[in-house]
Structures are given as structure tokens and as C-alpha cells.
């Protein structure tokens, strides 16, 4: 399913107005992924549910592990570049006054590019005769981003202009899942699979709020974060585990057609909130002026629903797949008495995918070509109340569609794979190698 979840989380840990309570915080920019291993899923568009027929299975669609006749090890490097867009600068409300920065009708959008790579999926699979096994180890994500706001300005009421808090934020993101899978064949046309997840996950987010170099004189000059100047430092840390589940069913329902189904849990992760006084604040310097304790995030559970064809004689395979992505646990397992998230929103997200595979039957080793797309609608936070400046920061974003290509060449005893998924937002390239004895 080579998926890219992108959005904006309310982990409320930035952009604190001083004298405000933190549920009136602005929540950090947040892209991750959790995307299927495996570059033939890639090539294919993410339309692998139904499919399931190598070791990647164990985290795609468990069920589909029966299929395999002997032991395998998989292995996957994987490659990720992203350009995560963000609200710089510019007005937020009211016409610009042309002096210094104030010179942009409308909002300054910069982008964070990152790039990121190493093993992303490594597998081993022992078949029996009606049942297999498999223990795994998947990067689910893995991001950074690195923002800053430096001169958002808006016009509160006639004749008085407010500059947004200037800030800058960076962003890490890491989470690991090592699991342990399991199918069984009920009948010849119906198998089912369950896996168990060991999430690691850790998210680290500091926030820096600075007071302009010399107010009011430099009120409309670009903010230089100054050590001196610094207001408040903000910071959201979650380093936890979670143990989450994995269900799949595969039915060959009629001749070279078949139907497959998942259901995966996300994990959740307890997090701690805290604004601290910085050297440029009335309280003492590294003071707890707020905090968030005891709670957690979730990230989306995935309902996913597949149907693929393959021609008699295997050449040709055709899959279409239909992911439910429950964005909106998100919002839920935030929204609290201290984190108020009335005014904001995030939509579950429907995904379609589509994919071609094309074996040339008659060379030797089988050579393999692939296409794909898919769509990825927008799932972005994005606010809803009348705050202007809140308005500028959390837009809706854009539905994005996808373009993947690979091809694979397969031996008798091994097998290679190539993948691309590019979109707009985000290219990523695969290679993923099985050795079975």
C-alpha cells in the first residue's frame, strides 16, 4: 500500500502568546508516512491487499503469507525526499504597509526539505503446510521538519496592526515496528492472518518564541533570534511503545480473481507538554510557565479493502484497493479540558489505488513491469474559527495524486525489485531484494 500520511497534528507545543492558557498554542507541522515495505507494492501503486504474495505480506496483509512454499528473508533500502510547505510570513489580514517586511498582500509560504534513507523492512518467513510465520522489523516513519515564522502581520482593528509571535520550530519523527505474524489456510480458497506489533515511536518538538530585536523601532524588520531575545521555549516529547494489532483475510472468490482485507492499528504515544521561560521574559528563565502531562496521541487506525485479477496464464495482474485512513483519532485523543481543539478539523481520508503488473513469461529469469496511482486526499489540520492569524497558519491543504513505476527480475532462488512514487509533495525510491531456500 505504499502509503504517505501528510499532516498537520495538534500537538499544541508552539507559538504560545504570552499571557494566553496553552489550548490557545499553535500546533506544530507534522508529515509522516506509514507506508508499505516492499517495491513491488510501490510499483504498484499501493494496490497490494489483495495481492499479498511475498514476505512484505506480514505487514500488508498477513493472510497472504500462506502462499509462500518456502522459508524467505526480505530485505528493503528505501530513499525519501519531501518538501513540507509552511506559513512563513506575509499578511494574515488587511493590506500591507509597504514598510520593511510588510511589503506581501497575502501569505508567504517556504518550504522544509528533507531527505531521509536506510533499511526500511527486513523479514524472515518459515511456510508449513497449511500455515506460515514471520517476524519482522519496519521503519514506519522517519521526518524532520525545520520551520520558522518571521513576520506575520494583521490587521486587529482599525488603525492597529499585530505581528504574529515570531518563531522557529524544528520537528523529529521516528517510529519503528517489529512484529510478529501468523496466517492459516481454512479452506483452499480462504486464509486469514493476525500480527502483533511492537511500536517504538519517539517525537521530539521544540518551539522558540522570540521578541522582536528592539521594539517597536524594528516592529516591520525581519525578527534575527537573538539568544537575548528569546520569550518562551516550548517543547513536545513522546518516547513510548505500543503493542498493536494486525488482522488480513485473502479469498479466491472465482477463477484468478481474488479478495483481500486489513484491518491495522496505529500506534498510540504518551506525550509530556511544557513552556519554559526563556532570558527574555518576566518570569525566571527556565520556569515552568505551562504544562501537558499524562496524555496521549494516537495515529490513524487503516481499514483497507482489495480485489485483483490475474490472467490464466500469470502474465497479466490488475489490483485496485480502497484504504479507510481514520485521520481523525487524531483530533479525539487530543481534545481534552487542556488541549481545546473545537475550532480546528481533520478529515478521514479515502484512498484509491490502482495497479498493472506485466511478467514476460517466456525469458528467463522472469522480467516484471509495473505502474501505478493513486490518490491521497487532504487530511491536513485546518482551522476553523475566526482567528485570522490561526486562519493563515492551518489551511486545508490539496489532494495529491501519485505516479509509481518499478520493474523486478526474478530468479529461481532470489529476487530484485525497483520502485517510484512521486507526487507533488514527495518522491520516494525503493529497492527490496528476497532470498528464499
Same mark, same amino acid.
Do not use: C
Given at each position: =500500500?505504499?502509503?504517505?500520511?501528510?499532516?498537520?497534528?495538534?500537538?499544541? /507545543? $508552539?507559538?504560545?502568546?504570552?499571557?494566553?492558557?496553552?489550548?490557545? *498554542?499553535?500546533?506544530?507541522?507534522?508529515?509522516?508516512?506509514?507506508?508499505?515495505? &516492499?517495491?513491488?507494492? =510501490?510499483?504498484?501503486?499501493g494496490a497490494f491487499v489483495a495481492l499479498a504474495d511475498d514476505a512484505t505480506?506480514?505487514?500488508?496483509?498477513?493472510?497472504?503469507?500462506?502462499?509462500?512454499?518456502?522459508?524467505?528473508?526480505?530485505? *528493503?533500502?528505501?530513499?525519501?525526499? @519531501?518538501?513540507?510547505p509552511y506559513t512563513e510570513g506575509g499578511r494574515a489580514a488587511g493590506s500591507p504597509t509597504g514598510w520593511g517586511i510588510d511589503t506581501v498582500d497575502g501569505i508567504r509560504t517556504s518550504f522544509s526539505d528533507e531527505t531521509t534513507s536506510g533499511v526500511s523492512f527486513l523479514s524472515f518467513v518459515y511456510p508449513g503446510t497449511r500455515w506460515s510465520l514471520s517476524l519482522y522489523r519496519h521503519q514506519l516513519a522517519e521526518f524532520r521538519i525545520r520551520t520558522? %515564522?518571521?513576520?506575520?502581520?494583521?490587521?486587529?482593528? #482599525?488603525? #492597529?496592526?499585530?505581528? @504574529?509571535?515570531?518563531?522557529?520550530?524544528?520537528? *523529529?519523527?521516528?517510529? $519503528?515496528?517489529?512484529?510478529?505474524?501468523?496466517? @492459516?489456510?481454512?479452506?483452499?480458497?480462504? /486464509?486469514?492472518? %493476525?500480527?502483533?506489533?511492537?511500536?517504538?515511536?519517539?517525537? *521530539?518538538?521544540?518551539?522558540?518564541?522570540?521578541?522582536?530585536?528592539?521594539?517597536?523601532?524594528?516592529?516591520? +524588520?525581519?525578527?534575527?533570534?537573538r539568544p537575548d531575545r528569546l520569550h518562551v521555549i516550548s517543547t513536545f516529547d513522546a518516547d513510548d511503545w505500543y503493542l498493536g494489532l494486525n488482522l488480513g483475510f485473502l479469498w479466491n472468490f472465482a477463477d484468478d480473481w481474488r479478495l483481500g482485507g486489513v484491518y491495522r492499528q496505529g500506534p498510540q504515544l504518551d506525550y509530556e507538554l511544557y513552556n519554559r521561560a526563556g532570558p527574555f521574559n518576566v518570569a525566571p528563565e527556565g520556569s515552568v510557565l505551562a504544562s501537558v502531562t499524562d496524555r496521549a496521541i494516537a495515529f490513524p487506525d487503516v481499514w483497507?479493502? &482489495?480485489?485483483?485479477?490475474?490472467?490464466?496464464?500469470?502474465?497479466?495482474?490488475?489490483g485496485f484497493e480502497w484504504d479507510r485512513v481514520e485521520y481523525s483519532m487524531i483530533l479525539e485523543t487530543l481534545d481534552s479540558e487542556q488541549v481545546d481543539t473545537t475550532d480546528v478539523g481533520m478529515d478521514d481520508a479515502d484512498e484509491l489505488h490502482l495497479g498493472f503488473e506485466y511478467v514476460f513469461m517466456q525469458t528467463s529469469p522472469l522480467i516484471a513491469v509495473r505502474a501505478g496511482l493513486w490518490r491521497d486526499p487532504d487530511h491536513r489540520i485546518r482551522y476553523e474559527?475566526?482567528?485570522?492569524? /490561526?486562519?493563515?497558519? @492551518?489551511?486545508?491543504? +490539496?489532494?495529491?495524486?501519485? %505516479?509509481?513505476?518499478?520493474?523486478?527480475?526474478?530468479?529461481?532462488?532470489?529476487?530484485?525489485?525497483?520502485?517510484?512514487?512521486?507526487?507533488e509533495a514527495v518522491d520516494q525510491f525503493t529497492v527490496s531484494a528476497i532470498f528464499s531456500f
Open positions: =500500500m505504499a502509503r504517505w500520511f501528510a499532516l498537520t497534528v495538534a500537538a499544541l /507545543s $508552539v507559538g504560545l502568546v504570552p499571557g494566553l492558557s496553552l489550548a490557545q *498554542e499553535a500546533p506544530p507541522v507534522l508529515e509522516f508516512s506509514f507506508s508499505n515495505p &516492499g517495491a513491488r507494492s =510501490m510499483g504498484l501503486g505480506a506480514a505487514f500488508a496483509n498477513p493472510a497472504g503469507l500462506v502462499q509462500l512454499v518456502r522459508p524467505e528473508i526480505s530485505i *528493503e533500502l528505501r530513499q525519501r525526499k @519531501y518538501s513540507t520558522e %515564522i518571521n513576520g506575520l502581520f494583521g490587521d486587529v482593528q #482599525e488603525g #492597529e496592526i499585530r505581528r @504574529y509571535e515570531d518563531q522557529v520550530t524544528v520537528t *523529529e519523527l521516528d517510529i $519503528v515496528g517489529t512484529g510478529l505474524a501468523g496466517a @492459516y489456510q481454512v479452506s483452499d480458497s480462504l /486464509s486469514v492472518g %493476525i500480527g502483533l506489533s511492537y511500536f517504538s515511536g519517539r517525537i *521530539e518538538n521544540q518551539g522558540e518564541v522570540y521578541g522582536l530585536d528592539n521594539f517597536p523601532e524594528t516592529l516591520f +524588520e525581519a525578527n534575527s533570534f483497507g479493502l &482489495g480485489v485483483a485479477y490475474r490472467s490464466p496464464n500469470g502474465s497479466l495482474t490488475i474559527g475566526d482567528d485570522p492569524f /490561526s486562519q493563515a497558519l @492551518y489551511q486545508p491543504g +490539496e489532494d495529491l495524486l501519485h %505516479i509509481s513505476l518499478g520493474a523486478g527480475i526474478a530468479f529461481k532462488r532470489f529476487q530484485i525489485d525497483i520502485g517510484a512514487d512521486l507526487a
